[in-house]
Nanobody
Framework: QVQLVESGGGSAEPGGSLTLSCTAS????????MGWYRQAPGEQRELVAV???????KYADSVVGRFTVSRGGAENTVYLQMNSLKPDDTAVYYC??????????WGQGTQVTVSQ
C-alpha cells in the first residue's frame, strides 16, 4: 500500500511564500510522476505543477514564474515552492502520484489560504 504524506501549507499574505512537501511511502519501486493539484470551493480539482521521473515539469499557466515543483529524497518526495502568492491561490492542495503501472495515489490534502 502506498501513502502520500503532505506537510506545509497554512496561511500567507498576498505576495508571501509557502512551501509544500509530500513523501511517498509503502510498497512501490518508483513514481513516474509526482506533483500538486488544488481544489478551491465550488471548483473542480486542477493541476498546479507536476514533475516527471526524468525531470520534465508541467505547470498551470496561472502559476508559471511563481511556483516551482521539484523532487528529492531519492525521488520519493515532491516539493512545491510557492512565491508571490495571490488570494486566487487559496485552495486545498493535494499531492498526487502515478507509478509506472499507471496507478494513481493521492494525499489527503492541505489547506493554503492567502489573505490580508
Amino acid at each position: 500500500q502506498v501513502q502520500l504524506v503532505e506537510s506545509g501549507g497554512g496561511s500567507a499574505e498576498p505576495g508571501g511564500s509557502l512551501t509544500l512537501s509530500c513523501t511517498a511511502s509503502g510498497s512501490f519501486s518508483s513514481m513516474h510522476v509526482m506533483g500538486w493539484y488544488r481544489q478551491a470551493p465550488g471548483e473542480q480539482r486542477e493541476l498546479v505543477a507536476v514533475v516527471f521521473a526524468r525531470g520534465p515539469t508541467k505547470y498551470a499557466d496561472s502559476v508559471v514564474g511563481r511556483f516551482t515543483v521539484s523532487r528529492g529524497g531519492a525521488e520519493n518526495t515532491v516539493y512545491l515552492q510557492m512565491n508571490s502568492l495571490k488570494p486566487d491561490d487559496t485552495a486545498v492542495y493535494y499531492c498526487g502520484a502515478t507509478d509506472f503501472a499507471r496507478r494513481e495515489y493521492w494525499g489527503q490534502g492541505t489547506q493554503v489560504t492567502v489573505s490580508q
